[in-house]
């Protein structure tokens, strides 16, 4: 989750909302990372999670991420939540709950809705507070 919340740094200076995600190979090595680039690139899909898993799909050479961890500062949205379960991954990791738009658990539960053909593991709040704290802080500056 560290290593998370250094993307989601890095998306704060650059002016983009601090969501910050790592990808982890079933060993526990780190595949891909990504954070929030929807203001820099002008991509209404450019969310942590999205860049993430895409770079590591290319680094596997293979869409499917059986057996790895996507680990990410906020509860991914509907759109990444689609993607989890898309791409196979085994487990998602989460810091801070979105009440707003949370497919993972809060407003929705997209990644284990038993109608699907595949439903990662769910840890939610690693490091909460300190995910938390970095999204109160970028939005009270705006």
Do not use: Y
């Not at 993307?7 to 780190?30: I, K, Q, Y």
Request: glycine content about 10%.
């Amino acid at each position: 989750m560290r290593l998370a919340l250094d993307e989601a740094a890095r998306a704060a200076r650059s002016g983009d909302v601090p969501v910050g995600a790592v990808v982890l190979s079933p060993n526990g090595t780190v595949l891909a990372a990504g954070h929030n680039e929807r203001e820099a690139t002008g991509d209404p899909t450019g969310h942590a999670e999205i860049l993430a898993i895409r770079r590591a799909a290319g680094k596997v050479g293979a869409w499917r991420l059986t057996g790895c961890t996507l680990v990410v500062t906020l509860e991914p949205c509907t759109m990444c939540a689609g993607a989890l379960v898309l791409s196979r991954v085994d487990r998602v990791v989460f810091g801070a709950r979105d009440e707003k738009a949370g497919a993972v658990g809060s407003l929705w539960d997209v990644v284990r809705d038993r109608r699907l053909n595949h439903r990662p593991e769910v840890i939610q709040g690693v490091l909460a507070d300190e995910c938390s704290a970095l999204l109160t802080a970028f939005f009270r500056e705006r």
